[in-house]
Every structure is written in C-alpha cells, then in structure tokens.
C-alpha cells in the first residue's frame, strides 16, 4: 500500500476514504464518507442517493417509470427523461428529504476531496 495515495476500506457498511501519508508513525489520515441510502420507497417508486463515492449527487427516482437522476429541487437533470406522474407524486411528497439528503452527499463528497 505504499505506492496507494488514496483509497476506500469498508467498516460496518461505511465507506471510509484513506489517505496515505507514507509516514511509519502515521499511517493514515481518514475522512468518513457517507454510504448511500433510500430516502423514500413509496407507491413502487424508490428514491435512493449513492453516497460520496458519486461523483456527482443526484438522486435516483426507480420505479413507476423509466429511472431519472434528479437534482436537490426534484428535477430531472439535463439529458434525463422527464419524471412519471407517479414518480412527481412521490418526488413532490419528499422533496424536503432529497434536499437534506443531497446536501448531506455534497458535504461528504467535499471532505472526501479535501484528503486527496
């Protein structure tokens, strides 16, 4: 691991960036990185963020039509399909929990970015 600058482990279902800093007495520095998770699973539609290991933090919406990567305001990003009217039903009910969700991604990816 001596050549390795940067790397995920996996501890108890979290992702955890490490940071080598090639020192005997200090192995590692780390920054905890956030696992994906559901942030609503409603009518058969799902919602689900995938944590700071995305490069990017949409969510997606699967489920009641084809699957939509949405931004923070529930919106379908360029170039993806426009949400189901079951899909908006469910993205409008938990808009507040995508935003919370999202922001908690955007935060964790900037850490993350901060050791490397």
Do not use: W
């Not at 009518?43 to 699957?67: C, F, L, R």
């Not at 939509?68 to 399909?81: A, D, E, S």
């Not at 009910?93 to 955007?106: D, F, H, P, Q, S």
């Amino acid at each position: 691991m001596e050549n390795v600058h940067t790397f995920f482990i996996q501890i108890d279902n979290v992702s955890v960036l490490v940071h080598n800093t090639g020192e005997e007495k200090v192995a590692v520095a780390a920054t905890r990185a956030r696992a994906g998770k559901t942030i609503a699973n409603s009518n058969g539609v799902k919602i689900q963020s995938y944590g700071s290991g995305d490069s990017h933090k949409p969510a997606h919406v699967k489920g009641g039509g084809k699957e939509v990567r949405i931004g923070p305001n529930g919106k379908p990003l360029k170039k993806q399909p426009e949400l189901s009217a079951k899909q908006k039903k469910v993205v409008q009910k938990n808009k507040t929990a995508i935003i919370k969700e999202l922001r908690k991604v955007g935060k964790a990816n900037q850490r993350a970015a901060a050791c490397t």
